[in-house]
């Protein structure tokens, strides 16, 4: 089983920074691609941003040269710098893993897919 914590949400002012850390833990082959969602109320979960495991971005245009992810493979842990962040940042953002299934050193030939249990960003105007 797998366990993902997201960590380093809060309330900031418009124009400020946050990064965001995703650990995952358990037993696992590997992880492949890793990813950044988030959910502001009453609206559907959005991909902000993913990479891969050799580290190549996807980034949600919203976020565009203000977001940046990055991964740590050997610590299995994802961040997410948000720069210049405005009231429509504001949301619950959520780490999603892909991953490789089995146990050090052997892969059982299933693929899952982990949520962690999301940290609130707040940005005031």
């Known amino acids: 089983q797998v366990q993902l914590v997201e960590s380093g949400g809060g309330l900031v002012q418009g124009g400020g920074s946050l990064r965001l850390s995703c650990v995952a833990s358990?037993?696992?082959?590997?992880?492949?691609?890793m990813g950044w969602y988030r959910q502001a109320p009453g609206e559907q979960r959005e991909l902000v941003a993913v990479?891969?495991?050799?580290?190549?971005?996807t980034y949600a245009e919203s976020v565009k040269g203000r977001f940046t992810i990055s991964r740590d493979n050997a610590r299995n842990t994802m961040y997410l710098q948000m720069n210049s962040l405005k009231p429509e940042d504001t949301a619950a953002y959520f780490c999603?893993?892909?991953?490789?299934?089995?146990?050090?050193?052997?892969?059982?030939?299933?693929?899952?897919?982990?949520w962690g249990q999301g940290t609130q960003v707040t940005v005031s105007s």
């Open positions: 990479a891969s495991r050799n580290g190549s971005a």
């Open positions: 358990g037993t696992f082959y590997s992880i492949n691609a």
């Open positions: 999603n893993a892909e991953v490789l299934e089995g146990g050090r050193g052997y892969y059982v030939g299933r693929t899952g897919y982990y």
